[in-house]
C-alpha cells in the first residue's frame, strides 16, 4: 500500500522556523521526484517545492531563498525546511510522489 505521511505542522509566529518531513512507504522512493504543495482556505492548491531524483530543485517565487526542500532516500523522506516564516505562509502543506500520490496534509499556521 502506497502511502505519504506529513509532520511536522503547527502554529508559529512570524519570522520562526518550521521543518516539514514526508515519509513514504510502499513505493520505491529513489525512483520518484517529491514535491510539497499547500493549499490556503479558498485558494487553489499550489506547487511550493520540488526536488528531482538527482536532487536538483525548483521553488515557488514567494517561498525562494526562505524554503528548503531536501530528501533522503535512505530514509524514504522529503523535507521541507521553512524560515523567516510569514502568515501568508499558513496553509495546509501537502507532499506528492509525482504529482500522483498524495498525503494527508498537516497544518501550517503563521500568526503572532
Known amino acids: 500500500q502506497v502511502q505519504l505521511v506529513e509532520s511536522g505542522g503547527g502554529l508559529v509566529q512570524p519570522g520562526e522556523s518550521l521543518r516539514l518531513s514526508c515519509a513514504a512507504s510502499g513505493i520505491i522512493f529513489s525512483v520518484y521526484a517529491m514535491g510539497w504543495y499547500r493549499q490556503a482556505p479558498g485558494k487553489q492548491r499550489e506547487l511550493v517545492a520540488r526536488i528531482t531524483l538527482g536532487g536538483s530543485t525548483n521553488y515557488a517565487d514567494s517561498v525562494k531563498g526562505r524554503f528548503t526542500i531536501s530528501r533522503d532516500n535512505a530514509k524514504n523522506t522529503v523535507y521541507l525546511q521553512m524560515n523567516s516564516l510569514k502568515p501568508e505562509d499558513t496553509a495546509v502543506y501537502y507532499c506528492?510522489?509525482?504529482?500522483?500520490?498524495w498525503g494527508q496534509g498537516t497544518q501550517v499556521t503563521v500568526s503572532s
Open positions: 506528492s510522489a509525482a504529482g500522483t500520490v
